[in-house]
C-alpha cells in the first residue's frame, strides 16, 4: 500500500511560468519514519507545537535564524530522501491552462492519479491512497467521489483507476507528512522558476539534490530519466513556438541540475 500526498504551487501565471502540482509517494512505515524524523528535526531546531514548517521564508517561526530555517529545510528534504520515499511532480504552462483554476486543478489531478494507478501502482502490484491538500470543499469532494465511482476518460476511452482504493483531503498543519510535502514542492517550484529566470541557479542546484533522489526515476544505460516517470510535463505536443522554447529551456535546466545533483557530493 502506498500513500501519494499531493500539493499545488504556481496558482497564477504572476507566481511563475508553469502550474505545479505534486507531491510524494511513500508506504506506511515511511510515513511513521517521517513522523519520526521531521518530530526530531522540529525540537532540535526549536519548533513550537504550533509552529509551521513550510518553504516560505514568510512561514519561518519568531525568533529562529535564516541560516537555522535553512538548516532545518535541509535536514527535512535530506531525511525523506534517505527515508527512500519518491516524488510525482506536474507542470504546464500558464500560457495554454487558461480555461480556469478548477479546469487546470482537474487535469493535473487526473493526470497525477492516472499516473499514480496506471504506472506506478501497477509496476508496484499495490493499492494507493491518494490524499490532497486543501481543495475547495465544493469542487474537492465532487472530485474525489467522481474519481472513486467512475472511470477515468484518456483519449476517449473510459479508463477504470482500480488501484488508488481511497481518496481524501488533508490541511497544513495535520501532519508531518505535509509539512515534507510542502518543502519538496516549495523547493521544486524555486527550481522550475530558477530555469525561467526567476531565481538564483547556485541556490536552485543544492535545493534540488535531494529533490532530484526522490523524483521516481527509471535506469537506463546507467543514467536515471525522471521524465514522464517522476516529472510529467503536459501537454504532450506544445504548438507555440514561445511555450514549447520554455519546456524546452525547463527541461535543459532541471535535468543539469539533476545530473549536477546526482554527479555531485552527498
Not at 467521489?145 to 482504493?165: D, H, T
Not at 521516481?216 to 505536443?237: F, T
Request: charged share 25%; net charge negative; hydrophobic share 40%.
Amino acid at each position: 500500500m502506498y500513500w501519494f500526498f499531493a500539493d499545488e504551487t504556481n496558482t497564477q501565471p504572476s507566481q511563475g511560468t508553469f502550474f505545479i502540482y505534486g507531491g510524494l509517494i511513500a508506504s506506511p512505515d515511511q510515513i511513521g519514519q517521517i513522523h519520526e524524523s521531521i518530530s526530531r528535526i522540529r525540537q532540535e531546531f526549536g519548533f513550537k507545537d504550533s509552529d509551521q514548517f513550510k518553504f516560505q521564508t514568510a512561514s519561518r517561526p519568531d525568533g529562529m535564524s535564516i541560516e537555522d530555517w535553512s538548516a532545518a529545510k535541509k535536514a527535512a528534504l535530506e531525511a525523506a530522501q534517505q527515508i527512500g520515499v519518491q516524488m510525482l511532480a506536474y507542470v504546464v504552462h500558464h500560457g495554454i491552462a487558461k480555461n480556469g483554476h478548477e479546469v487546470t486543478m482537474e487535469y493535473a489531478l487526473n493526470t497525477l492519479v492516472s499516473h499514480f494507478d496506471l504506472k506506478y501502482l501497477t509496476e508496484k502490484d499495490s493499492f494507493g491512497a491518494l490524499c490532497i491538500d486543501r481543495l475547495d470543499e465544493v469542487f474537492g469532494y465532487r472530485y474525489m467521489r467522481e474519481r472513486f465511482q467512475a472511470p477515468l476518460s484518456i483519449q476517449g476511452r473510459k479508463v477504470p483507476l482500480e488501484r488508488v482504493i481511497h481518496y481524501s483531503m488533508t490541511c497544513d498543519g495535520a501532519s508531518h507528512v505535509s509539512s515534507v510535502v510542502d518543502l519538496a514542492i516549495g523547493g521544486f517550484r524555486y527550481c522550475v522558476n530558477s530555469a525561467m529566470g526567476a531565481g538564483k541557479e547556485e541556490v536552485a542546484r543544492e535545493i534540488l539534490k535531494p529533490i532530484a533522489k526522490m523524483m521516481w526515476s527509471k535506469e537506463r544505460d546507467g543514467k536515471n530519466y525522471i521524465g514522464d516517470y517522476g516529472l510529467v510535463k503536459r501537454p504532450v505536443m506544445v504548438m507555440v513556438d514561445s511555450y514549447r522554447e520554455d519546456y524546452e529551456e525547463l527541461t535543459r535546466v532541471l535535468t543539469s541540475l539533476s545530473n549536477d545533483a546526482a554527479d555531485g557530493p552527498e
